[in-house]
Nanobody, 126 residues
Framework: QVQLVESGGGLVQAGGSLRLSCAAS????????MAWFRQAPGKEREFIGV????????IYKDFAKGRFTISRNNAKNTVYLQMNSLKPEDTAVYYC???????????????????WGQGTQVTVSS
């Protein structure tokens, strides 16, 4: 059974930083592209960015460029989301998701991802 478990969320003041982690119980973690999404109350799930299976390439949504960084450690089956200069509008539940490399990578569509974590709450106060 594949599991993705996010951690690292919490309450932070505007301008602060958080680092989210997503630990995966996948035997072949290095064969999965890993993405981060977020969902604010009353809004649709929003793509943040994705990293390819080897960690050599990333794609970010415009709002994340320059503030958010995705990285991964395949030896630890973990992907990270470093968030800097946080704003109140970044408040949301943050999710990681996995896409098998055989189906490509880089998709912004939630339906492209097979496995999802349960989410971790990030709250940014003004």
């Amino acid at each position: 059974q594949v599991q993705l478990v996010e951690s690292g969320g919490g309450l932070v003041q505007a301008g602060g930083s958080l680092r989210l982690s997503c630990a995966a119980s996948i035997l072949t973690f290095s064969n999965y592209a890993m993405a981060w999404f977020r969902q604010a109350p009353g809004k649709e799930r929003e793509f943040i960015g994705v990293i390819n299976w080897s960690g050599t390439r990333t794609i970010y949504k415009d709002f994340a460029k320059g503030r958010f960084t995705i990285s991964r450690n395949n030896a630890k089956n973990t992907v990270y989301l470093q968030m800097n200069s946080l704003k109140p509008e970044d408040t949301a539940v943050y999710y990681c998701a996995a896409q098998w490399r055989g189906t490509g990578w880089g998709s912004e569509e939630p339906t492209s991802y097979t496995y999802w974590g349960q989410g971790t709450q990030v709250t940014v106060s003004s």
